[in-house]
């Protein structure tokens, strides 16, 4: 197993109970070994008495005389004012009680097959017992979490953690070209609208959503799911859908039809804050 080395830049983050590093991947290995140490810790209160100051309301009665037709009338008016007193609070107070110390062995696999140069940063993170990896990366790729496998073991008081991680680097520049969907439009049953480029149509998805949707009330849905390859017709920029063949009939009323484009993909998005991945529109429907 090849590892990260040259290409690999560590920096450190210690707390009390956490570490954290990262690395830049530049794409001239496909992998890399990392250890971390932590510590897991529960939080406990100790209470103690402290001397402060309290305060409290306290009312006075004054007598407010008024000269009336009737001859001098007199009533009693409430005032408050704060008083300062000394006095004794219990307060308490955290602190953290180790119970475990915490080592992470993590295996991280990447895969580049588009034969892009890369320049990805990932991130490691050990809180505690709580192991994650996350990725910002150069928007040249869709950096996809294929695998993951945690295994945790004790050891008295040490807890270890093996972790194997492998990660796919799927360009991204095909994919955002792909994920359009406009003029959509309706021929008697049949839904069109135009799609995005479909040089990796293998990893484009296509989902519909049909409502019936009154003004007002709620909507009933009609058509909710991902369409299927013999669901959907594909040609030159063009796609179609037979709402007939789906089973889905439009009566009288208000209707919504929403067309969506998706990345298809297994595993999770590291980057996902760098790239929309679907892309949709909606068309209203009265009839």
Not at 88 to 113: G, R
Not at 240 to 261: C, N, Q, W
Request: net charge positive; proline share 2%; glycine share 6%.
């Amino acid at each position: 197993m090849k590892l990260l080395l040259a290409t690999l830049s560590l920096i450190f983050a210690f707390s009390a109970s956490a570490e954290t590093r990262t690395f830049f991947y530049n794409g001239s290995q496909n992998s890399a070994e990392l250890q971390l140490r932590s510590e897991e810790t529960h939080t406990e209160y100790r209470y103690e008495q402290r001397q402060n100051i309290c305060h409290r309301q306290e009312v006075v009665y004054r007598t407010i005389c008024q000269n009336t037709p009737r001859g001098r009338q007199c009533h009693q008016q409430p005032h408050y004012r704060t008083v300062s007193y000394p006095c004794w609070q219990t307060v308490s107070i955290p602190y953290q009680v180790k119970d475990f110390d915490v080592e992470a062995n993590v295996n991280l696999t990447i895969e580049n097959s588009s034969g892009l140069s890369a320049g990805e940063n990932f991130k490691l993170n050990l809180d505690g017992n709580r192991l994650t990896l996350s990725a910002v990366g150069s928007k040249s790729f869709i950096i996809v979490l294929k695998h993951s496998q945690v295994r945790t073991n004790v050891y008295g008081r040490l807890k270890i953690i093996d972790a194997d991680y492998s990660v796919e680097l799927v360009e991204a520049a095909p994919i955002v070209r792909a994920l359009s969907v406009n003029n959509i439009s309706m021929n008697n049953t049949v839904l069109n609208f135009k799609t995005g480029a479909t040089e990796v149509s293998n990893l484009i998805g296509y989902h519909l959503d049909v409502r019936k949707a009154p003004l007002l009330g709620s909507d009933t849905v009609l058509f909710n799911r991902e369409l299927s390859s013999g669901e959907i017709s594909l040609s030159q920029g063009q796609a179609s859908v037979d709402l007939r063949m789906l089973g889905v009939e439009l009566s009288g009323g208000r209707h919504t039809l929403t067309a969506k484009a998706f990345f298809k993909h297994q595993g999770s998005i590291l980057n996902s804050s760098q790239f929309e991945t679907e892309a949709s529109r909606t068309l209203i429907l009265k009839r």
